[in-house]
């Protein structure tokens, strides 16, 4: 029959009761310890393997026994509250400049906005000194600074897939708090040089709470602490320059504040407006000097074309003013286009004054067959189709003519002469009036009105031209 334990029965005879017991508990604890042995290895690797691998949020802690503590402190109030200020970096990297509205004056930004803070109720022990990073869930429950864009007209921070917010907390207690943000801003822009004008915007950042005495927003590193994106373009503007500065601005009623400046320069591409303003323009100024080679006896030819090119600088003038601000000053393109339609509208006038001469001519011609009938050779059929288009030189050459000498028939539809050989024999008083003199002329000569026009005008518009691009290029 086995004994227990396998001890020999011969073993427990001389045995008292007391050591009995004591040797049956050893065996069986020798043999427990057998049959657990391996299972307790197991135990053991599992343990290695998972504080090898510890993942923080699987383990359910008490309030205690949180990491970074946040229920255990009062985060409606500033770091180190009571002390000096609380100094926060901010550096931003412009993503893109998505607009700029003349109409508006205003300007549209997309920008990655980032501080940088200590918060001493935030640091956290740790051997390896990481970085923790969180989502925007847990901004709400710290502190954060509560900067703001002043003069903004619209803000609003990205939200697809989720709040574009991102929170990296340090060891130390070393915050950085990262925003996606696009601004709509006020900038006041000067358009006296329109559309030869560059413009200056500046989109300024500034804690709305905390004066300079609780908070001193700084640029973290001077002008690199704005960066932007090589790709940034605009159809209209060529993007000069950015940089950044910072100044107090005060408040009366709540104080100084530390405000953060990010400027930006433009120049505006006038490609555009020449094709699309200035060529025009230019173009129907060019069409109302047609009309100075066009017959003056051709009255709808000349109206219809001096009407027209009025009414489309008139459109031009209208098109340009719709796309701008109704400001109180005067523009560039407006100087440009202003002269240009007083010169398409002298044309209208020089016409009306040829006109209105080669009538007054016509009427004197008939009141003077009228009172001296003698035509002096030119039939009265003839005398109404005279051009008068001839120098002074030219009539002189008739003044030995008498009645009874007739003009030659080509040059009667030329010359508009009408030359009267008086007698001598008469002593009449008013035959008396009229001794001494050889002969009377009546020469006008309105076409001369247009011959002149042909050189001033262009002249003219070409030395505005060139005083106007000097001064405004």
Same mark, same amino acid.
């Given at each position: 029959m086995p004994q227990p334990c396998g001890i020999p029965a011969g073993s427990w005879a001389g045995a008292q009761p007391g050591q009995h017991r004591e040797r049956l508990w050893a065996c069986h604890a020798v043999m427990l310890l057998a049959v657990m042995l391996p299972s307790l290895m197991a135990e053991l690797h599992l343990l290695h393997i998972y504080k090898k691998n510890h993942d923080v949020t699987k383990t359910r802690k008490g309030k205690t026994d949180q990491l970074l503590r946040v229920d255990d402190h009062d985060f409606t109030m500033r770091p180190a509250f009571g002390g000096p200020a609380i100094p926060v970096g901010v550096d931003v990297q412009v993503e893109?400049?998505?607009?700029?509205?003349?109409?508006?004056?205003?300007?549209?930004?997309?920008?990655?906005?980032?501080?940088?803070?200590?918060?001493e109720r935030l640091s956290f022990p740790s051997t390896t000194n990481n970085s923790m990073t969180f989502d925007g869930r847990l901004v709400k429950k710290i502190w954060v600074p509560d900067v703001f864009f002043v003069h903004s007209k619209r803000s609003f921070i990205h939200d697809t897939t989720t709040d574009n917010i991102m929170l990296r907390v340090f060891p130390d207690g070393h915050v950085l708090y990262s925003m996606r943000i696009t601004v709509t801003a006020m900038c006041n822009m000067d358009f006296s040089h329109f559309p030869l004008d560059s413009q200056t915007c500046s989109l300024e950042l500034e804690s709305y709470a905390y004066t300079d005495e609780d908070l001193m927003l700084y640029w973290k590193n001077g002008n690199e602490s704005l960066k932007t994106d090589e790709k940034i373009s605009l159809s209209q503007f060529l993007i000069q320059k950015f940089h950044t500065t910072s100044?107090?601005?005060?408040?009366?009623?709540?104080?100084?504040?530390?405000?953060?400046?990010?400027?930006?320069?433009?120049?505006?591409?006038?490609?555009?407006?020449?094709?699309?303003?200035?060529?025009?323009?230019?173009?129907?100024?060019?069409?109302?000097?047609?009309?100075?080679?066009?017959?003056?006896?051709?009255?709808?030819?000349?109206?219809?074309?001096?009407?027209?090119?009025?009414?489309?600088?008139?459109?031009? @003038?209208?098109?340009?003013?719709?796309?701008?601000?109704?400001?109180? !000053? =005067?523009?560039?393109?407006? +100087? *440009?286009?202003? $002269?240009?339609?007083?010169?398409?509208?002298?044309?209208?006038?020089?016409?009306?004054?040829?006109?209105?001469?080669?009538?007054?001519?016509?009427?004197?011609?008939?009141?003077?067959?009228?009172?001296?009938?003698?035509?002096?050779?030119?039939?009265?059929?003839?005398?109404?189709?005279?051009?008068?288009?001839?120098?002074?030189?030219?009539?002189?050459?008739?003044?030995?003519?008498?009645?009874?000498?007739?003009?030659?028939?080509?040059?009667?539809?030329?010359?508009?002469?009408?030359?009267?050989?008086?007698?001598?024999?008469?002593?009449?008083?008013?035959?008396?009036?009229?001794?001494?003199?050889?002969?009377?002329?009546?020469?006008?000569?309105?076409?001369? @009105?247009?011959?002149?026009?042909?050189?001033?005008?262009?002249?003219? !518009? =070409?030395?505005?031209?060139? +005083? *106007?691009?000097? $001064?405004?290029?």
């Open positions: 893109s400049l998505d607009s700029i509205s003349e109409v508006d004056m205003d300007f549209t930004m997309t920008l990655y906005l980032r501080h940088y803070w200590k918060d100044r107090l601005a005060f408040y009366s009623s709540t104080g100084w504040y530390n405000r953060l400046y990010i400027s930006f320069t433009l120049r505006r591409h006038i490609f555009f407006f020449l094709l699309q303003t200035y060529f025009p323009a230019t173009l129907m100024v060019m069409l109302s000097w047609v009309s100075f080679w066009i017959d003056r006896r051709a009255v709808p030819a000349r109206v219809s074309l001096g009407i027209t090119t009025v009414l489309t600088m008139s459109t031009i @003038i209208t098109g340009v003013n719709a796309s701008m601000p109704r400001v109180s !000053y =005067i523009k560039a393109v407006d +100087i *440009y286009l202003w $002269v240009s339609f007083v010169f398409v509208f002298l044309s209208v006038l020089e016409y009306a004054a040829v006109n209105y001469l080669t009538t007054v001519q016509e009427r004197k011609e008939r009141k003077l067959r009228e009172k001296f009938p003698c035509t002096c050779g030119i039939p009265h059929s003839k005398t109404m189709m005279l051009d008068g288009n001839y120098s002074e030189s030219d009539a002189n050459s008739l003044a030995g003519y008498t009645r009874s000498q007739m003009v030659p028939e080509e040059e009667k539809q030329e010359k508009m002469v009408v030359h009267l050989a008086m007698s001598n024999a008469s002593n009449s008083p008013r035959k008396r009036g009229l001794k001494g003199h050889m002969g009377l002329r009546i020469i006008q000569n309105t076409h001369a @009105i247009d011959k002149y026009s042909r050189l001033i005008f262009p002249g003219t !518009y =070409i030395f505005f031209n060139l +005083i *106007y691009w000097s $001064v405004f290029s």
